[in-house]
């Protein structure tokens, strides 16, 4: 079965540094890869997704993304950290019409 | 464009009592889903429908739980009887279609006592 695996739980960032969460899956096949943030009290909102083609996705608020197929991960990364940016953030897998599976998040807390 | 809404945003009930949520989709998304995210793990899918058929529900628990979304807009969650360990956020999400983005709601927070 797919798995996926954020190895923090937690990380602390101060304002303005950069930042990289980790993703890393289990598969067989190349999946869909995602990540979603979730700020508190709200809902899940994509960042960013890779089907295929170039391993370098951007997002929206100026997070990025690399697949790493020798690696079987797809790390998330920004260069320079909000205050706003302060969220749990969870990676997902799926492949064709299988459901998406969820890690189990990092919450990212930012020190100004 | 309006998201996905959920009511209610928040309840507490008792074990062995029930409860339901309602979820409104994104107009035009033909699938619905729900999750349920238990404190610090991710989203579980429960159920997912098509319109009004039903997709994948592998991983509900049938006992207790039931969904519906009779006229393939709107969807119910609800469970009876409740039980501590459903406490977890109950979060719906819609797509344009199987393969499409998710969308999703606040999420309804219950908490079991």
């Known amino acids: 079965a797919q798995s996926v695996t954020q190895p923090d739980i937690h990380i602390t960032v101060s304002e303005g540094a950069s930042l990289e969460l980790r993703c890393n899956y289990s598969?067989?096949?190349?999946?869909?890869l995602f990540w979603y943030v979730q700020s508190p009290g709200q809902g899940l909102q994509l960042l960013l997704k890779?089907?295929?083609?170039?391993?370098l996705v951007q997002g929206i608020k100026g997070f990025e993304a690399e697949f790493k197929r020798s690696q079987s991960s797809f790390n998330l990364r920004k260069p320079s950290v909000h205050w706003s940016d302060a969220a749990e953030y969870f990676c997902a897998v799926t492949v064709g019409n299988e459901k998406l599976t969820f890690g189990t998040g990092t919450r990212l807390t930012i020190i100004p | 464009e309006a998201g996905v809404a959920q009511s209610p945003r928040y309840k507490i009930i008792e074990k062995r009592q029930s409860v339901a949520f309602w979820c409104n989709p994104i107009?035009?998304?033909?699938?619905l889903y729900w999750y349920q995210q238990i404190l610090g793990q991710g989203p579980k899918l429960l159920i997912q429908f098509q319109n009004n058929g039903v997709v994948d529900d592998s991983q509900l628990p049938k006992d207790r739980f039931s969904a519906e979304r009779l006229k393939g807009v709107d969807s119910t969650l609800k469970i009876q009887p409740a039980k501590l360990e459903d406490s977890a956020v109950y979060l719906c999400?819609?797509?344009?279609?199987?393969?499409?983005?998710?969308?999703f709601g606040p999420g309804t927070r219950l908490t079991v006592t």
């Open positions: 598969y067989g096949a190349t999946p869909y």
């Open positions: 890779y089907f295929s083609g170039d391993t």
């Open positions: 107009s035009g998304h033909a699938t």
């Open positions: 999400a819609s797509s344009l279609d199987r393969e499409g983005e998710q969308y």
